[in-house]
Each structure stands twice: as C-alpha cells, then as structure tokens.
C-alpha cells in the first residue's frame, strides 16, 4: 500500500493569515523525502485553501506524482488538462461543508463523468472516482472508464470511533473486491488516522491510501517528516 498526503490543511494554516507561511511547496517536499508516493491537493471551487497557483507549482516541482482532487465542474475540467497531473479524483462538492462529506453519485452523473473521464484520459490524466462503497456506485464507475476508485472510508473512520466499525469495514472489504474483480484498480481515503489505518490491511489488494487531517494534526506536535513516516510505517 502507498501513501498519497493531502496536504490542503498546510494552505488552510498559511490563509489564516493570508501571507505565505507554512509554504505549501516546502510541506510538499518534506512529504515526498519522508516517503509519500503522492502528494494530494484539492482545487476548491471557492479556493478555500489550495489556489491555482499552489497546484501549478507543485506540478512543476515534485518528483512524485500530484493527485489533483476536483468538482466535476468545466472550470476544473479546464485546469486539469492544462496541469496534467499524473491524477485526478474526482469528488462531489458542497459550497457549505467543513469536507468532503460523501462519495460522488456516480449513478446520478454518469454521462457527465464518462466524458469527463475521457477527456481527461485523452490528456494523459488516470482518473480515480472518490465513492462511497456500494455496488451500484462501484458499476457505474467501472462503465465511466475510470482508472481507479477511491473508496470513502468517513463512515468507517465514524463508526471506528464509536467501537462498532465491522459493518462498515465488511462493505469496503465488499466493494474493493468487486470493484477489483471489474479490473479496477482500489485506493481508499477520508477520516483515516493513527489508529483505524491499521484495519485497511483486511481489505485486499488496496494500491494507495489518502490521508491529510490526522497526518498534518500530528505534525504540529511531531513534525511533518515524522508524521508522514510514523504513517508509512504502519501502512
Ligand atoms: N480523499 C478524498 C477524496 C478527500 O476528499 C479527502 C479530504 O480532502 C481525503 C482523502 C483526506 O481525508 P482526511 O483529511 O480526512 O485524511
């Protein structure tokens, strides 16, 4: 398994005061010498916390790959083709949420997602569908084209809080294993921690996990290079 960091909460910190620290790139960079394989960034429509500049530079600068996470909008369609990024995620998006609250309904905007996906494919992009773990979501994607899936582990990460994570766990471990039987390949990410990240070893055959808020939480106390590779070890 992999690591991909997110790294949007290094922007939330360095908006606060709307200056330049901490810098985005330097966090990016620490993140890839502690062994990060991908280094994750979400565009927001309202640019909340990554701005167009920060994605470009990354782009530009990184070693390893950059995960671009997007709306399904033709604004971000747009900036993605001209970045290319080694991938994009895309996620649903709510102008009002704290986060990204839920899987994208890919049922719902299947059409709009198929030449999404094939645009962006065209522009040498892979193309993950952030989803939540249900089999008709999982369908849908398979029939949009899409590279990978990322399977949304926030109902898990919820439910591992209250000691009661075995239902939720079995529907990823379900939904990865057919998702992987269509010939689509498995990332999973949101709300994993220090200490859930662990039960991601029973779900077969997942390539990357993506982690930001308990990565960067940790960092204030110990360090972004430690958090990072504190993280590594136990994946
Ligand atoms: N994966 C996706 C698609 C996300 O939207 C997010 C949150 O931006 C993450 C992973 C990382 O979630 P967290 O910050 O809870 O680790």
Known sequence: MELGVNIDHIATLRNARMG??????????????????????HLREDRRHIKDEDIFLLKESLKIGLNMEMAATDEMEEIACKLKPLSCCIVPEKRLEITTEGGLDVVKFEERIKKLNSNLQDNGILVSLF????????????????????????????????????????????????????????????????????????????????????????AVFVGLKKAVSDMLDLI
Not at 20 to 41: C, H, K, R, Y
């Open 131 to 218: 989803i939540d773990a249900d089999i008709k979501q999982v369908e849908a994607a398979k029939r949009t084209g899409a590279n990978y899936i990322e399977l949304h582990t926030g109902f898990f990460a919820n439910a591992f809080e209250k000691g009661n994570y075995k239902e939720e766990l079995k529907k990823l471990q379900t939904a990865a294993e057919y998702a992987q039987s269509l010939g689509l390949k498995v990332n999973a990410g949101h709300g994993l921690n220090y200490e859930n990240v662990k039960l991601m070893h029973e779900i077969n055959g997942l390539c990357e996990l993506n982690i930001g808020h308990s990565i960067i939480s940790r």
């Open 20 to 41: 330049l620290e901490p810098n985005v790139l330097e966090a990016a960079f620490i993140a890839q010498d502690a062994g990060a394989s991908q280094i994750t960034a």
